[in-house]
């Protein structure tokens, strides 16, 4: 069974690096097939896909988010990290790592889930 947990800063100052840490258990975030995800959702909106990390490592973003966004991992941990950079009040949102079977932007194909964390950015 595979499980993820987020893990991180729940107060982020503006202008400073949003950094979030999921760690995976269950599977290995090298095996071929799967791409780990984060998802966010704002206060009142719907939810964000932000980007993913292939098992080969290979990484893809939410276009409106590419310029300020990285994804890391370090296999030795089976972690991956969300980095995003000049933090805004605007990334206020619950943050999501997700696994799923395709390079996909939708996210309705993701289909394990971390239990979500509070992030605010706020002085």
């Known amino acids: 069974q595979v499980q993820l947990q987020e893990s991180g800063p729940g107060l982020v100052k503006p202008s400073q690096t949003l950094s979030l840490t999921c760690s995976v258990s269950g599977e290995s975030i090298t095996t071929t097939g799967y791409f780990w995800s984060w998802i966010r959702q704002p206060p009142g909106k719907g939810m964000e896909w932000i980007g993913y990390?292939?098992?080969?490592?290979?990484?893809y973003y939410n276009p409106s988010l590419k310029s300020r966004t990285a994804i890391s991992r370090d296999t030795s941990k089976n972690q991956f990290t969300l980095w995003l950079y000049s933090a805004t009040p605007e990334d206020t949102a619950v943050y999501y790592c997700a696994k799923g079977n395709l390079p996909s932007t939708v996210i309705a194909d993701y289909d394990t889930w971390g239990q979500g964390m509070q992030v605010t950015v706020s002085s």
């Open positions: 990390m292939a098992s080969n490592a290979n990484t």
